[in-house]
């Protein structure tokens, strides 16, 4: 096959410089918008998405299940977010990863805790560069942890795919675009089920399997990275109530004993408000 | 039972005003409701000049804004207001044809988008009138007046530089107009348009444009001329200048006024129920007009700022 881009060097290396299991530069934080009940984004290289979480509501219009929740999905493209400016936010692209997101939701939240209620994920893709239903299903599970939605497990999410011959791990827009087999993946860590799989143009079964167990690695070290923030996210916010002592006040010098320690640090007696 | 829903249906609405509960109009954001007891608080206070932050009646929220957050966009601005209302305004150039009526002018299409992040009733096809009337509001009192249309263009008929601003409103608490004008103007003055030369082309008699391939070589926009708006909300009797989501819920009228950088009225818009007098309408502007050029000083010296600076993108890491 010839082309026009060498998408893998011959010293190993992609178009942006990773090699063939890499994932791209993971960034992600909770807590960013102040309406939401649960908020988050998540940056998966140039592909960034927000998510909005609003639930557990009450349904005021519309049919309620009468055993546990409904869950309300939307993902939606900035008109910015690609190289060329997008006309419609939402098409019918868009109501697919829609679908198969409330389906990926709806198997792990813990639904049946919450009858005739609605739990709303609200994603918005800012920046597009490949890979962008697994960034956004990344970003809604950090905003349903932030909102403090019962979940039976995390939900991982990365793309992988095959471009002659070779497995690659978080394919960005380029590679993408190749025509190569693009395999998002979604999984849940301590389980280790998959709850998304799709696949387009072909594959040979073999090569399959390693692409396969190449995107649950992926997932494994996204899920490393998403526990690490949350743990961060949960300390600040214990520091910040003062029922915890921040590792900024155990590096007190001498010279600052003569200061009064302003924090009122509880050690276990304050009640809990639930 | 029966009766009892016929009545919500009909006289529901009448009925729940007597209860005290104030509902929400549609072209404020979200549907809050405040009780009887709130709205008045906050109309006493408003008349004392205090607001529920401690706030005077003229006081903005702490605004902070940084450009360049969008990769893919040629120029971008997000800011946030008070911490609550948070818009992202992109800005994105492509060459098409102008319009039939003004052939030696570039063309500029404003669109906005209140995202559900915002509030659960933006789902949808749910914050379309919102969306309708900003834009209309924005492209009313920005469009027009504020950018050199006659230099985005490249060959009078036939080609011309479209620029596409898409705001987007990621989290509301009150006054969308102002934040969305004021991201506007920072997103237009950071946009980076790259640099093309008009060559002859095989057809005789006409011009090709090239476009350069150095990334580094770019033009920029002149926005000496664009104005911001500044939104004024009348409460009671007095009004007040950016009004958070629970003061836009008992408002009376509301107008909002682009202010130049010279300090010319270039565009009205009112909302709200109620009327205005006159008088009322005079000392309105006169104040629009002090807070707009305040305005307008603080986020240009914010750029320059950020220019001079250079620090590294916080992005969404709050």
Sequence with gaps: QSSMVEYVSPEGLRVDGRRAKELRKVECGMGIFASADGSAFFQQGNTLAIAAVYGPREITRGPSLHDRATINCQYSMATFSTRERRRRTRDKRATEISLVMRQTFESVLLTNLFPRSAINIFVQILQADGGTRCCA???????????????????????????????????????????????????????????LLQMDSKLSLDLFKQVVQLAVEGCHTINDVMTAAIRDQAVSLLGARGTLFTSAMQDRTDEDEDEPITSTADFGGEDPMY | AR????????????????????????????????????????????????????????????????????????????????????????????????????????????????????????????????????????????GNAGLNMKALCIIPGRQCWVVYIDAMVMDSNGNLFDSISVATRAALYVTKMPKISLVPSEIPGQMEIEVTDDSEEYTRLDVSNVPVCVTLTKIGQHFVVDATLEEEQCMGARITVGITPKGTVCGLQKGGRGGLSPKTLVGMLEAAQLVGLQLIKNTQQALLLEEKEGRPKVGFNV
């Design chain 1, 137 to 195: 299903i990344n970003a809604a599970t950090l905003a349903l942890v932030n909102a403090g939605i019962p979940m039976r497990d995390m939900v991982c999410s990365v793309a992988a795919g095959c471009i002659e011959g070779t497995p690659l791990l978080d394919l960005n827009f380029i590679e993408d675009s190749a025509g190569g087999p693009d395999l998002p993946v979604a999984l849940l860590p301590k389980s280790g089920k998959v709850t």
């Design chain 2, 3 to 142: 009766q009892r829903l016929t009545d919500l249906a009909t006289g529901g609405r009448a009925r729940l005003r007597q209860e005290g509960v104030r509902l929400a109009s549609m072209t404020t954001s979200g549907m809050a409701k405040i009780s009887r007891s709130e709205a008045r608080f906050i109309e006493e206070g408003v008349k004392l000049g205090t607001r529920n932050d401690g706030r005077g009646r003229l006081d903005y929220r702490h605004a902070v804004l940084e450009t360049g957050v969008v990769a893919q966009a040629n120029g971008s601005c997000r800011l946030r207001l008070g911490g609550t209302t948070d818009v992202l305004v992109g800005v994105k150039v492509e060459i098409g044809e102008p319009l039939i009526d003004r052939p030696d002018e570039g063309v500029l299409r404003f669109a906005v988008e209140c995202c559900p992040s915002a509030s659960p009733e933006y789902e949808g096809y749910g914050a379309e009138t919102l969306n309708i009337e900003l834009a209309r509001a924005m492209t009313r009192l920005i």
